[in-house]
């Protein structure tokens, strides 16, 4: 709601309130953002927060002659330009044709409305029922308009503002900056929260004080980037995730961008954000706008979860459009860890068949599948089907996907080539490149000029043609280099469109070349978005996922067109987890896809359980990037349980309220030493991460425990639910588990007759067919015993015993549980549920001897077991006395043979697997 009188305006959301006024100088003062709070009917009471001053204090500007006492640089205001006395940075910086740079924009009127408008070259947000104010303000001696368009999202608890730039004079404008938001804020007591990175660790959260100085987060790839999202937050330093003021701010721009805080000498803080001014410099020619980028801003009083949750149904309301707004994400296996470029229809389709089997809906063939691509040095651009790999050609393929009842989607890269294409041989002008010097190349490729009409139509048109070639319901677009030699040899903007008696043609001058090269990088931006934007709206029931080498483009004006966007190319759940974290305070869960992939994990050879990983993976939009074909039938088991286990929860996990357990990202208010050692907090920051997913309304939820390091004689772990309703009955339980006795190496020998060497043969054999009954979590109880006290887990294993109801925890090993209101049909589900004691049978007795007589260890007689007292086991199980003598005697001579020998049995086991392949490794 939007309230104004006599130059005041408040803007309300639910539970926040903005508001400013207008001086009699004509500037728009910012008064109050914060929580929410009421005024009287008239407004007069603007006087209590109104800054109050009789005097200029030494060494400072007086406005002019009428406002002596005025001094801009001490003031809150809602846009700043510079030259009147304010030293701060400015929200714009102009020059005007006779050189000067004085900027000073005066209020001249506003309006009100019902409903956004679309911008003619920016997304934007869009609402409805949401009410914008414009406020329009003149520049006070030359002939620039500057309006400020505020949109309040009642609701979501947000408030978004852009600027519109209108040249109403004679003469070209240079635009050196103008930014789209601005905050100034009366005191600079506050810690930023940002988030840096780089390839495969992306969204880093940081903070840091902002209390003095000025800080600066700054993007300048080209992109909105992995190493400075421009997502960001300001927090009163005691806040954590539950508690205290934070406000959180983004921009809905994918290009290069600044975040920018700056503490003043009077201890007030201004707040920015907008389009990087790094080499951006924007002629506006009179008659023509300049469209700023639209940035977001919010308010919590209850801490960070509760900001998040304004960002994250802001940006599923007012953000995504579509058909896929509010349709649930398939679950997708991506070829691309599965074969990089190496496949072929048949390779593919087997893996489809796994997937299939599996309960995955979706497959995707990634990179690799037209032009001569079989590396990544050539024929980007080119995007005819490689007949060699795909004799049937796309449509060939997906229909065979389809009967597999899969549906089919597919990579594509359009806004790149390789000099090594046709595509680049027909047009080497079509770059990003400066003709006079060599050119830096970024993964053997180079930009496709996006500010070029003639790029932007052929993008549009060879993608339609991909796109119609075959029955695609999935397109991953990908975007796999950032900026450099930034030059367009076109530079559309300085050119003229003539019409003669033989056609339309463009006239570009020299002059207009050199003068608009600031435009190229912001111009880029505008045409991907009118390709975005053609192409879906050409296809409405395509589901696209943007991706940049991962996250280097993950940010609010992709997701106006592209619903997903791949948060990461490392899959590492360790990592993973932190990345996801770092996106979840400002993007909702189901924006982020999250796959399982392999173990050695391909990023950092780590080794994790596939149960890790899927827990991490189904925070987010799931799907897999694996060669299914090597996983052996115990793990494609694991993997259809885990399946379905989504399938069961999706609802939950993508439209779901996401809480973060734990303190948050100004968690090192704990003592340094603390904070960091895994030693004396092993139930703390940076080792655990505690999520919480639940309905909106708190009726059921699903919550992941993820340990990274192991720390003994550390029993008791509490997991604190959120998000659940306080008077609702409960029936808490954990994802159903089985325990490797790998995992407990040597230990076993403290419950087995005979010696079992540990990673031996005999090992695997047992492990195959014994597995250790894991802690079963199972509690009825009120909402707000779970919230508050949190739910005391099993202890955990600490190297003194072991029975089922010991928690064990490997390092990396994450864990889920599930909360459900308590109802006649839980209650059935409750006792089904129970974990059954694991037994060996007869039949898998005499299989296991076959088995370890194909390995040369006969059985014969059989021993029964007795538990001894250090490892309470509770299961059974019988091997006999020469098979283990024969495997102990084959560890001991032929230890590398015999783990071979295995390998090959597993492969030999399962006809239908393949050989695994090498992977060329290459995960950029
Ligand atoms: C980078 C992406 O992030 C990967 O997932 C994969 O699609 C490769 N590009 C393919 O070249």
Known sequence: MIQIKDNKFVLNTKNTTYCFEISDTGHAMHRYYGKRVRFLPNLSDFDVIRQKREFITGNSIAYDKDHQALAMEDECLEISGSGKGDLRSPFISLVFADGSRTVDFIYDSCTLEKGTAERKTLPGSYGEEADVLTVSFVEKYYKVRLNIVYTVYEEENVITRYADLINEGSDPVRVERILSLQLDLPDS?????????????????YHTSLAHGMHVSRSYTGTSSNRANPFFMVARPQTNEDRGECFGFNLIYSGNHMEITDANAYGKIRIQSGINEEGFAYILKPGDTFEAPEAVMSFSDSGLNALSHNMHFFVREHIVRGEW????????????????????EAKLLKLAKRASDAGIELFVMDDGWFGERDDDTKSLGDWVVNKKKLPGGLSGLADKINKLGLSFGLWVEPEMVNVNSDLYEEHPDWCLANPKRDHS????QRVLDLSRKEVREYIIDTMSRVFSSANIAYVKWDMNRIFSDVYSGSARAGSVIVVDETGTHEVVNEEAISQHQGEVAHRYVLGLYEIMGALTEKFPHILFEGCASGGNRFDLGILCYFPQIWASDNTDPICRAEIQQGYSYGYPLETMGAHVSASPNHQTLRRTQLRTRFAVAAFGSLGYECNLNDFTKEQMDEIKDEIAVYKKYREIFQHGKFFRGGMGPLADLVPISDATSVLFNPTGVGNITEWTIATRYGTKAVGLMLKKLVAPNTQNMRYFPKGLEENTEYHFFNHELTYDIRDFGDLVNTVTPIHVKQDSLLMDLLAKKVKLPAETEDYTAYGSLLMSAGVALKQNFSGTGYNENVRYDQDFSGKLFFI??????????KGAEATPEPEVTEAELAELAAEAEGENVSSQETVEEEAPAAVENTEEYEITDEESEEAEEEDDNEDDESDEEYEDDEDDSDEEYEESEETDGDNN
Not at 820 to 829: G, S
């Open 189 to 205: 007591g506050y810690e930023g929260i940002f988030f840096d990175g780089a390839w495969a660790r992306e969204m880093h959260s």
């Open 325 to 344: 707004k509010y349709k649930d994400r398939p679950i997708l296996l991506n070829s691309w860890e599965a074969a990089y470029f190496k496949f072929d």
């Open 441 to 444: 190349e970024g993964r053997n």
């Open 820 to 829: 459900e209101d308590v109802d006649e049909e839980v209650l059935k589900e």
